[in-house]
């Protein structure tokens, strides 16, 4: 059902999800759903990052509390996070990338009091895309 939100919501920006890079924190799924550990993002956050370097994205998009840690390095929550615009930068980077915050999809079926926030989220990754 997440999956089929997150397809509606790129929709609703005009996106297809074959046109879009989808990654996850990490390549599997924790023991019993959970959320991944500190030392679980750490040790395959090299991973990402090189993924990252590969793909060159002009815009990062963070869905949830677990990809904001593991991407911008921080415990804030998404809460305090989203509505604006950071910069992502690795080691091996010329350039920063832009980086929009929002609540993961499955966070939203179990919060729908949060996707007015999402759609304005949506709404400036949209805004950005057409600037590019």
């Known amino acids: 059902k997440a999956g089929q939100l997150l397809n509606k919501m790129l929709a609703a920006i005009k996106l297809e999800r074959k046109n879009v890079y989808i990654t996850n924190v990490l390549p599997w799924r924790p023991p019993q759903s959970r959320a991944p ?3 679980e993002i750490l040790d395959f956050l090299p991973f990402l990052q090189k993924q990252i370097e590969i793909i060159k994205p002009k815009i990062i998009y963070l869905l949830g509390t ?3 840690k593991a991407v ?3 415990p804030i929550s998404v ?3 989203r509505g604006k615009w950071h910069k992502y930068k690795s080691i091996n980077m010329n350039t920063p990338i832009n980086v929009l915050v929002s609540y993961n999809p499955a966070f ?3 919060s729908p ?3 007015k926030e999402a759609w304005a989220d949506l709404q400036m990754l949209e805004k950005k895309i057409n600037e590019n």
């Open 79 to 81: 809460e305090k996070l």
């Open 108 to 110: 939203l079926l179990n």
């Open 66 to 68: 677990t990809s904001v």
């Open 113 to 115: 009091n949060h996707k």
């Open 72 to 74: 911008l390095s921080t």
């Open 37 to 39: 550990t500190d030392q």
